[in-house]
């Protein structure tokens, strides 16, 4: 492990230069036990194709952490680990990306992990105890029932969900969750804009608008990445999510 881990965080740590973020040591070690106990698990899982230690720091841990960048907002300090205690639901988190690098990063962070598949989510119960990580839940449900559950309903600052699905349906899933003033936050490739013209009837139905974009690039590691960042501005009809498999059916354009 120990050269896993030295080419890890020497990547990492260069990308948290890309971002302008600092994190304590022990924050980067844990992202490597993380890293490792992904590889250690994905014959198994099958949980992502990418396994040499520096593409994971690139593509599953800086482009997760790239999404701090969302939640800044005037006035904050610059340093995640000194931000003030947020509820964040990841939707379709499959090995834990982004959400547990972002609570790893930001360790007040009040984490719900949404992930229907149950090996994976038996796989992040094993990530959460190994890491000793606190105030961490995870729901082994569709984002449909998670969002018609009133213990969850509109009960979050945030959610987020990276390569999910198309942007109407992906606000079907985040915005029910996410309270009036919190934030949606859809990690998304270049090319947004269709997306974004097809999102509208979307957007006006559950309750959201679009607040922000942020275009990120690091090469030679990431391609370009564009998190859109939509504030929640009414709450959301309580006909919204639909029917488990219906917004991915027909997705409202």
């Known amino acids: 492990m120990k050269a896993f881990e030295l080419s890890f965080l020497q990547v990492l740590r260069e990308g948290l230069t890309w971002l302008g973020w600092t994190l304590p040591e022990a924050a980067l070690e844990a992202m490597a036990r993380y890293a490792w106990i992904v590889r250690e698990w994905n014959e198994r899982l099958n949980l992502t194709a990418i396994v040499e230690p520096e593409a994971m720091a ?3 841990f800086v482009d997760s952490l790239s999404a701090l960048q969302a939640f800044r907002e005037p006035g904050w300090p610059p340093d995640p680990a000194d931000w003030p205690p947020r509820r ?50 995870i729901l082994a449900r569709r984002a449909e029932e998670v969002g018609q559950d009133p213990a969850h309903r ?7 969900a990276r390569a999910v699905a198309d942007l109407p349906v992906l606000l079907e899933y985040l915005l029910p969750l996410v309270r009036v003033g919190g934030v949606a936050v859809a990690m998304k490739g270049a090319e947004v804009e269709e997306e974004i013209a097809a999102a ?16 990120l690039v690091w090469p030679p590691y ?22 488990p498999g219906i917004p991915e059916k027909r997705p409202l354009r």
């Open 200 to 215: 509208r009837r979307a957007m006006d139905l559950f309750g959201g608008r679009l607040r922000d974009r942020c275009e």
């Open 154 to 160: 509109e009960r979050y600052d945030g959610a987020i």
């Open 88 to 137: 964040l639901a990841d939707v379709g988190t499959g090995a834990g990306f982004p959400g547990l690098v972002l609570k790893l990063a930001w360790p007040a962070l009040e984490l719900a992990l949404i992930e229907a598949t149950g090996k994976k989510a038996r796989f992040l119960e094993t990530v959460v105890r190994s890491l000793g990580l606190e105030h961490v839940t």
């Open 58 to 60: 690139a593509r599953h």
């Open 222 to 243: 990431l391609s370009p990445r564009t998190l859109l960042v939509f504030e929640k501005i009414a709450p959301t009809p309580a006909k919204y999510p639909r029917r």
